[in-house]
């Protein structure tokens, strides 16, 4: 079985690091090969660390646009010929599916991680309506006259979110994301302060400025002021926004925004909660990795975390935005020991019930010999 996954970088999100783990399991298994192909570099990500596991990767190194890119791809598909060619995230499988019309090589596999059309996107004052609708647009209609396509969702909610937009019928299947023991557990002590824990890049999407609003108004309303907030994640549109709040409201001994790092496992398990306000999201990895630490969750009260908690009571909930909710629910944790034990034990529970990476991804392998199957 020759495999090629098809992306737009290896960078440091959700979606790639999946897939760079899958890969790995990939390149060890008899009788299969697996390529990436990356339409552009990441300083910040995973490239060296797939270099260091031998997995090879091709990269696009021109200068020019869509059309470049397509060019690009055809030539990589007419030369590998391979079995599978599998897409993941908006630019690759645009591209794809334009390469698609001319090229009937291969099955094709597209990876639904998000929910982008998700009007929670309209409370973010930096996106263009027009450019949201237009690229909707273009999402629909590529996916509808591009025949045989196979879709792989990483939620039910996923699922949903595209099916009557692609017109998706029979040609699906579900599987969650998986992650990896936590190696920590049971290995390090954690701080004797109460330290929330937040993994995210820093856009609107995530929501951090509203565990800020809630930590002032945690001080402001209930003087609780030795709760540390620790915010993992590379930087984006929301880090200036984040930084100048703390900056404004004197909170720089409280919150440390640490940037992308290389030992999210070992900060999650010295960490006593984590806290995750995202406005939409299409499973929320960073939410799985806190399960295999161990931890009790405060989270949106959005479908999507809803099934990936899998329990009315397996979280404390709170809606997207609602700051003071949010702080009521920290404010829960910090003072009750015996909840975040309850709700840690969910935690590990559900990780070990759903999200397994050595389960996930012989469902991925499987999904592949089934697609090969009905040739």
């Not at 409370?123 to 690229?135: E, H, I």
């Not at 929501?207 to 609780?224: C, S």
């Amino acid at each position: 079985m020759k495999i090629i996954i098809f992306i737009n970088s290896l960078g440091a999100g959700g979606a790639e690091r999946s897939m760079v783990e899958f890969a790995k399991f990939l390149n060890n298994e008899k009788d299969v090969s697996v390529k990436f192909i990356c339409l552009k570099h990441k300083k910040i990500g995973l490239e060296e660390e797939v270099e260091a596991s031998g997995l090879e990767t091709i990269y696009f190194e021109g200068e020019g646009g869509f059309i470049s890119k397509f060019l690009f791809l055809n030539r990589i598909i007419n030369k590998e010929n391979p079995d599978i060619i599998h897409s993941v995230l908006a630019e690759a499988n645009f591209v794809l599916r334009f390469s698609r019309l001319f090229l009937r090589k291969a099955k094709i596999v597209q990876s639904l991680v998000s929910t982008p059309y998700s009007l929670e996107r309209k409370k973010d004052n930096k996106l263009s309506w027009k450019k949201f609708l237009l690229v909707k647009s273009l999402d629909k209609w590529t996916a509808r006259i591009t025949p045989d396509i196979f879709y792989h969702a990483i939620t039910k909610e996923v699922y949903q979110h595209y099916k009557h937009l692609f017109n998706i019928k029979d040609n699906f299947k579900i599987i969650y994301r998986g992650r990896y023991e936590n190696m920590h557990i049971g290995l390090i002590s954690k701080k004797d302060i109460f330290v929330l824990i937040n993994v995210g890049r820093q856009e609107f999407a995530k929501g951090q400025i509203d565990i800020l609003k809630a930590l002032l108004y945690l001080r402001e309303e209930h003087n609780v002021k030795n709760i540390k907030l620790e915010i993992l994640g590379r930087p984006g549109q929301s880090s200036i926004k984040l930084n100048n709040f703390i900056l404004e409201n004197k909170m720089s001994d409280q919150v440390k925004i640490e940037g992308f790092v290389s030992d999210v496992d070992r900060r999650l398990v010295n960490s006593q909660a984590f806290i995750f306000p995202s406005y939409y999201e299409g499973l929320g990895g960073a939410l799985i990795e806190a399960f295999a630490a161990k931890l009790p969750c405060v989270c949106s009260d959005i479908p999507v975390l809803r099934e990936v908690v899998g329990k009315e009571d397996g979280a404390l909930f709170s809606p997207p935005g609602d700051y003071k909710e949010l702080a009521e629910n920290i404010l829960k944790l910090y003072r009750d020991e015996e909840l975040r034990n309850k709700l840690s034990t969910h935690s590990y529970s559900r990780f070990q019930e759903a999200f397994r990476m050595e389960t996930i991804n012989k469902e991925m392998l499987n999904m592949y010999k089934e697609i090969l199957g009905s040739k």
